[in-house]
């Protein structure tokens, strides 16, 4: 039996950068039907203090954010697979040995799913019925790609997008060089693998990189929007709301 | 930020060389490892074997070192015990004075490069030459290998042009088969006239003491037949139980570092040459040919204090350089940049856990963890894992920048309050609109000047997710609220 609720964790990039990645999540999880629950208090997993190595800080903040998500015994989506990996791999490694944020990490992370995940594998869906007219390119996320292993669902459902053409991404498995505060502390670094990404981006002639991830898109964005190109970016989700009109009818 | 490791990077980055020759070997090893792991029937379950025969050698190490050493030594070798580069180097160096040796002929080997064996043994007046092709350029460039399977992959085919037409005096030509000539033409002569020779080990096979090497030139099978005396240095981890098991890890070695099936030369070594036949029904007059004696050091070089800890899975690396070729940062940086003598992902993680975290700041950091070399690891080290667990070490150790140390207790008291996360949110959305144009931001001030350096950085939205979501459920008959349910 597929759920009648979910809890939605935001992420704190869609909270404060990207709120229309959110709130398409939110229309199309009601589109299934689903009750979508916004667990109050919820902030930020605590992923870039993990992997700066402060992983004292990283625990603090992931006992917060498994009080916040223990609140309900609804299954948890996230818009991100890297918070998603944070959540079901990284949760429970760092509480490993905690006689009670183990067990709590364990069950959350069991029940912890990304996005396009939650709709293929658990709902069992992949035409949502939208419909978005367009040459778009797919920037499968390092961490839903490796960390969580997922890759077809969110090819599976941009293929059901009516008017989609999804164009192939040469280098599309290569990281886009965000890496967290990787992009600040190794700077140029970052810069030139973001710049093969983009190099890449335009060769392919879409007009628009999806993904799965506000963080690379923030990224891939960031550096096309230095680059003064006409490509945009969108998280999955965005496009998945598209309706009829290829616009989202709720802003 | 202007540390040796920055600006190695810096020098790295806009290399043109550097990028051209990387270019062409990364992308064509990566694709014939594709190709050659298809080939492999069931690559997934060899993959998984290989692993196990590894984590299975290193749980008794002790056992199978023991088994190893005495298996040479029945075969008629000789075992040396090195706990430290300074005492490798002073064995082999014993070694080629006992054996009065003055030219010594080297094939491939990584742990000699960790030892720093070369300038040790000329120290000694001891002429050392290299005869692994891409090692013979470096030598001659006066370089370090750059790469743990293609030593000289920082250098295109025309900068090997030029350096052969400067050292030996040859006419100027970048063609690979002409330079392969020339090399061969002067290794020939050294093959011939060395007193000892030196090789690296891939695997030791404890039952039976035989050392394996690989190679594709057949400079390890001149090297270690040719001379009176041949030394093989090893890790002391690079054992595998029995033959059966070699051939496992045969199976996805050359496949995941050239992509080939094998090597073209493989190499078994049981003991040196045997004047008499070593069974009676044998019969004849022994072996043709080999070395009078046959010495294997084995390295440990901090390799025992790795065992047990959580960087120990790094041992069960093989060396087959996949890691390094799939890296995206290797690919931008090349090897020389990580500064260490194991470049790459394997060596971000392998050189802080043989020589601690203080001289290696920044090498667990040289990562997006991207997860790329977990995924083709032929042994699959999950190397992101190990990554983060040196990267806490060095937050414990006091190496975070202190803008991050100030700025970490400040992000943590916020998100675990989420009233001063929203006022930080708030602060942060006030900043940002005011400052952006378009809804972006051009330039940020330092540290975040980084992340301006090479992109924009958006405004944050006019109104925050939750406060849309709010608005959204309002009208709607229930309210879905986790505040009813807790």
């Known amino acids: 039996m597929p759920p009648t609720t979910v809890q939605l964790f935001a992420t704190c990039l869609i909270e404060t950068l990207r709120p229309s990645a959110g709130m398409a999540v939110v229309r199309v999880l009601e589109g299934l039907g689903l009750t979508v629950e916004y667990p109050d208090g919820q902030t930020c997993c605590g992923q870039p203090a993990f992997n700066g190595g402060a992983w004292e800080d990283a625990r603090a903040m992931a006992r917060h954010t498994l009080d916040v998500l223990s609140r309900s015994p609804a299954p948890i989506v996230i818009p991100s697979g890297s918070c998603a990996d944070m959540i079901v791999h990284h949760y429970p490694e760092l509480f490993a040995d905690d006689p009670k944020y183990g067990p709590l990490a364990r069950d959350i992370a069991s029940r912890t799913y990304e996005f396009s995940q939650f709709i293929v594998e658990v709902m069992g869906v992949s035409d949502l019925g939208a419909r978005f007219a367009g040459k778009i390119v797919y920037h499968p996320s390092c961490h839903l790609l490796r960390g969580l292993g997922v890759d077809d669902a969110p090819r599976k459902l941009l293929a059901r997008v009516n008017g989609l053409e999804v164009a192939d991404l040469p280098g599309a498995h290569e990281c886009c060089g965000f890496g967290g505060l990787f992009a600040v502390k190794m700077s140029d670094i970052s810069g030139a693998m973001l710049d093969r990404k983009l190099q890449n981006v335009e060769s392919a002639g879409a007009q628009t990189v999806v993904g799965c991830d506000v963080s690379c898109l923030l990224h891939i964005g960031g550096g096309l929007r230095r680059r003064g190109a006409k490509v945009e970016t969108k998280h999955i989700a965005e496009l998945l709301a598209s309706d009829e009109r290829g616009a989202m009818n709720d802003e | ?486």
């Open chain 2, 1 to 486: 930020m202007s540390s040796p490791f920055h600006s190695r990077v810096a020098g790295a980055l806009v290399d043109d060389n550097l990028h051209i020759a990387l270019n062409r070997v990364t992308s064509r090893f990566t694709t014939l490892r594709l190709n050659a792991l298809a080939s492999l029937p069931h690559a997934d379950s060899v993959r998984d074997r290989a692993r196990a025969i590894r984590a299975h050698t290193l749980s008794r190490l002790d056992i199978y070192l023991a088994q190893f050493a005495d298996s040479v030594e029945a075969a008629g070798g000789r075992v040396h015990w090195a706990a430290d580069a300074h005492a490798a180097n002073r064995i082999v160096a014993e070694i080629a004075k006992a054996a009065r040796a003055r030219t010594v002929v080297k094939g491939k080997s990584m742990v000699s490069e960790e030892t720093h064996l070369n300038p040790a043994l000329e120290a000694e007046g001891i002429t050392v030459v290299e005869s692994d092709l891409g090692e013979y350029i470096i030598q001659l460039a006066g370089e370090t290998p750059s790469h743990i399977i293609a030593p000289a992959v920082h250098k295109t085919k025309e900068q090997v042009g030029q350096l052969f037409h400067e050292k030996l005096g040859i006419p100027l030509t970048h063609d690979p088969a002409l330079l392969t000539a020339a090399a061969r033409a002067k290794l020939r002569e050294v093959f011939l006239t060395a007193d000892m020779g030196i090789s690296g080990v891939n695997f030791g096979v404890a039952e039976t003491g035989t050392i394996c090497i690989v190679t594709n030139e057949g400079n390890g099978r001149l090297t270690t037949s040719t001379p009176r005396v041949h030394v093989a240095m090893m890790g002391i981890e690079r054992l595998v139980p029995t033959l059966d098991d070699l051939s496992a890890m045969l199976q996805v070695l050359a496949r995941s570092a050239t992509g080939q099936k094998l090597s073209v030369y493989t190499s078994l070594i049981t003991g040196p040459r045997r004047r008499r036949p070593s069974k009676q029904s044998e019969g004849g007059p022994g072996e043709p040919d080999g070395p009078d004696e046959l010495h294997v050091v084995l390295v440990d070089n901090g390799r025992s204090r790795v065992l047990g800890t959580r960087l120990a899975e790094i041992l069960y690396c093989i060396r087959c350089g996949a890691c390094l070729n799939i890296c995206p940062v290797y690919q931008q940086i090349g090897g020389h940049a990580y500064g260490s003598v194991y470049p790459g992902p394997v060596g971000a993680v392998l050189t802080p856990a043989l020589e601690g975290v203080e001289p290696w700041p920044e090498l667990p950091q040289a990562s997006t963890l991207c997860g790329a070399c977990r995924d083709v690891c032929p042994v699959r080290i999950d190397i992101p894992r190990m990554l983060l667990e040196l990267r806490d070490a060095g937050h414990r150790a006091g190496q975070t920048p202190a803008w991050l140390k100030l700025f970490l207790p400040l992000y943590q008291l916020a998100a675990t309050q989420p009233a001063l996360f929203n006022f930080g949110a708030a602060a942060a959305r006030w900043i940002t609109r005011a400052l952006s144009s378009n809804g972006w931001l051009k330039r940020l001030p330092p540290p975040l000047s980084g992340w301006t350096d090479h992109r924009d950085f958006p405004a944050f939205a006019a109104q925050p997710f939750s406060a849309q979501f709010k608005n959204h459920h309002k009208g709607a008959k229930t309210q879905r609220n986790t505040k009813d349910s807790s």
